[in-house]
């Protein structure tokens, strides 16, 4: 069985000088509903912050009510600091409603 709510509750994420570090999570099953925060500093090897596994890609594109976006909802703030690998936060389509900050 398969836990979809790992994460549900999950609101920052903050990782410091974590240099082998290539991705954060991968989107796949679970959800980040209560994401506020996504602060990354230092982690040189990063170059995705969310992968997307290819089912939930698949979802996405044929979910009518999606349209193709996966959407943080109460995501606010996002920190991403000397992270030279880094080439986007995320496969998918993203809609933030709520962001406040991007540094």
């Given at each position: 069985?398969t836990d979809h709510?790992?994460?549900?509750k999950l609101k ?54 999606r349209k193709g ?35």
């Amino acid at each position: 069985m398969t836990d979809h709510n790992s994460f549900a509750k999950l609101k920052t994420i903050h990782l410091y000088s974590c240099p082998r570090l290539t991705f954060v999570l991968p989107l796949s099953w679970f959800t980040l509903s209560s994401l506020e925060t996504i602060h990354i500093v230092y982690c040189g090897n990063l170059n995705q912050v969310f992968p997307t596994e290819p089912e939930l890609l698949k979802k996405l594109s044929t979910d009518r009510s999606r349209k193709g976006v996966l959407e943080f909802a109460k995501l606010k703030d996002i920190y991403l600091h000397e992270l030279p690998k880094l080439h986007q936060i995320c496969e998918a389509k993203i809609f933030v409603p709520d962001l406040k900050t991007i540094l």
